[in-house]
């Protein structure tokens, strides 16, 4: 079942790069709210804030690296300990590095499109999104979860 919601999440994040491609490339940002958020097209080369531009080979490297230790550790140990909370962190995080690894294998680049321009944060997408929220769901799950364990 995970596989299937994993690959439900990449064709989502999938879809909304589409929709922010035929949308948004080479147009006018779109204003969503006022003064906070627009949706804003960027051919993004690099990672997050745009360091190491044009270092695609060591991006797809490290991310294929990343999905292969993170599948190993998920079946040896968390699928075993049937923990609700790191199934969905691994889902997230699995899906969103996908996601980000096809267009850049597909584009040499990642496109991103939410931005909250007020507080001067780097332009992101859906994919970063699932990364970001599984990141924080890990942190939680380990700081505060876990420790009483």
């Not at 994040?13 to 948004?24: E, G």
């Not at 040896?76 to 923990?83: L, S, T, Y």
């Not at 007020?118 to 994919?127: H, L």
């Not at 990141?135 to 364990?149: A, E, F, M, N, S």
């Amino acid at each position: 079942m995970r596989y299937v919601i994993i690959l439900i999440l990449i064709i989502l994040d999938q879809l909304s790069k589409y929709l922010a491609v035929i949308n948004l490339k080479d147009k006018e940002s779109i204003e969503v709210i006022p003064d906070i958020l627009r949706f804003n097209y960027v051919e993004n080369t690099g990672a997050a804030f745009g360091i190491m531009r044009n270092s695609q080979w060591i991006f797809i490297t490290v991310t294929l690296v990343f999905i292969v230790v993170a599948s190993i550790y998920y079946e040896k140990k968390v699928k075993i300990q049937r923990n609700k909370i790191y199934n969905i962190i691994y889902i997230l995080i699995i899906a969103g590095a996908i996601g980000n690894l096809i267009d850049r294998i597909l584009n040499r680049y990642v496109v991103d499109f939410i931005d909250f321009y007020t507080i001067n944060y780097p332009v992101f997408n859906v994919a970063d999104s699932f990364v970001c929220i599984g990141c924080v769901l890990l942190g939680w799950q380990i700081l505060v979860l876990d420790r009483g364990k």
